[in-house]
Every structure is written in C-alpha cells, then in structure tokens.
C-alpha cells in the first residue's frame, strides 16, 4: 500500500488525535494542527512513536485564511502532496439560551465550525486541482441530521451549516478530481465533551449520563472505523456516518437487557 499525507485539523488531541494515530498505523504520514502549537509539537512527539509514517505540527488557526493556506504549503512542501484534507478543527460551548448567550461564544462557534471548514475546503480543493488528486472531508456533530438538540443550538446551527455546505460543495466539485465528503462520528468521549457534560445541572444529570452510557463511544472505537473508510472511499458526495439511526436505536433497545458502561473509565458513574 503507497503511503498518503492526510493532514489533520483539530488534531493535537480528541477525536482528530485519534485519526492521525489510526492513519500512523497503517503507515500514512500526517499533519497535526491546532491553535496551540505547544500541544501540536507534544501530539506530534507521542504519535512519532506509532507505525511507520511521519507525523509533523503546524499549528493553524482555521478562521485564518493566510494561516489554512501556511498549513497546505508547509505540508506539500514536507511530503510532496496532501491526498486528504479532513476539517475537524471546532468549537463546542454553551448551554445557554440564545438571548442569554454571550455574543462572544456564538462567534467563537461560528468562526471555529464554519469559517474555518470554510477555508480549509477552498484552499485543500485549489491545491487538490492543481496537484490532480485528493479528498477532502468535513467532519460533522449534534444537528447535522436537522434533529433539534437540546442547549446546544449554536454549535447545533454551525453542524447543520456544514452538512449544507458539503453537500452542495460536492455538487460543485462533482465534475473536477477532488472529491468531497462528510464523517458524522455521533457521540464520541473527548476532554471537550466532558467538559461540557460536567457542566449539565446536577438534576439532569442521572437522565444525562444514562443516556451517555447508551450511545457515546471512546474514541479508539470511531477512529480506525473512519480512516479505513475515508481511505477505501471513491464516491463524491459520500456522507460516512458511524451512528445511523439503526445503530442508534439498538444500542437504546440493548440498554433494557444489558447495561452499558462507558463514562466509569473517566471517573464518572
């Protein structure tokens, strides 16, 4: 199998960490980016160790144009080309209604999950049709589908912008070489995720976890299942989604005969 550059954003740690470690694996080199290029050159020391590819950092602000374009130049000029593209650099916060909702957040969600989705695919597809080949995936969450999730309607809004924006991106793209893709993860046990979780009232949190425990997955278990996925894809357009609605509603009938436990290994019960 030749060796491909996947470069990575939002990837010094989560769900991003655990693709770049599942592409190290089967041998394929990969591009660490974050905000913060103390935990990049740390990511990128840890995964050096993994399979035979290399791993490099560049860290990148995905709401920064001039930044996304460093990061595709910096990787061409490393590994000669960047066969995938995955934006997953994005921005989780608030519970708050709207009108109680400070502006700054809102931004922040906007900037992070849209802008910078944004910019990664225009620059990774202008590169992709010169270099003649590559893919290019967005990576989806909580309101993709258009289902309304409660207290997390900015994030929600900025999840459902996206899969718009793919998908009508693919149609464009759709004569061209690049091809155009979304991953839906569903529910998977990331530091941001806790975070968030911890922040539910202490009344709904039995309701809360239980529900945790029905559907979230670690991330070792999403990871590998989409690189493998990303990797063997050829169809443009392609939405590869880990938590279907059938997945779905067996883990939930499951839960009435077999209790399934996922949030005791990070000291929650």
């Known amino acids: 199998m030749t060796a491909c550059t996947a470069v990575i954003t939002g990837s010094s740690q989560g769900l991003g960490k655990g693709l770049a470690d599942a592409f190290l694996r ?8 974050s905000q913060d290029p103390a935990a990049d050159t740390a990511a990128a020391m840890e995964l050096a160790t993994i399979g035979t590819g290399r791993v490099i950092a560049q860290s990148c602000d995905v709401a920064d144009a001039a930044q996304v374009q460093r990061l595709w130049d910096v990787a061409v000029r490393t590994f000669g080309a960047v066969d995938l593209w995955i934006n997953n650099a994005g921005y989780a916060r608030g519970s708050l209604p709207l009108a109680d909702q400070p502006p700054a957040v809102m931004e922040a969600m906007l900037r992070a999950n849209v802008l910078g989705t944004v910019n990664g695919c225009q620059v990774a597809l202008a590169g992709m049709r ?4 590559g893919k290019v995936y967005n990576v989806v969450g909580a309101g993709w589908d258009g289902v ?5 309607l900015g994030y929600a809004t900025t999840k459902a912008a996206i899969t718009w924006f793919t998908r009508w991106l ?5 004569m061209q070489q690049p091809i155009v893709g979304h991953i839906s993860p569903g529910m998977v046990i990331t530091d941001g995720f806790l975070r968030e979780h ?7 949190r039995p309701g809360r976890d239980a529900y945790v425990n029905m559907i979230a997955d670690h991330v070792e278990t999403v990871a590998p299942w989409f690189v493998d996925r990303m990797l063997a894809n050829t169809r443009n357009g392609a939405e590869i989604v880990w938590l279907t609605p059938l997945r779905m509603k067996w883990r939930i009938l499951a839960a009435k005969f077999r209790k399934r436990d996922v949030l005791s290994r990070y000291g929650i019960s």
């Open 170 to 174: 693919a149609q464009e793209v759709a």
């Open 26 to 33: 089967r041998g394929h080199n990969v591009i660490v980016s």
């Open 130 to 133: 010169t270099q003649g080949h």
């Open 148 to 152: 309304y999730v409660p207290g997390m």
């Open 198 to 204: 911890l922040l539910t009232p202490a009344a709904r």
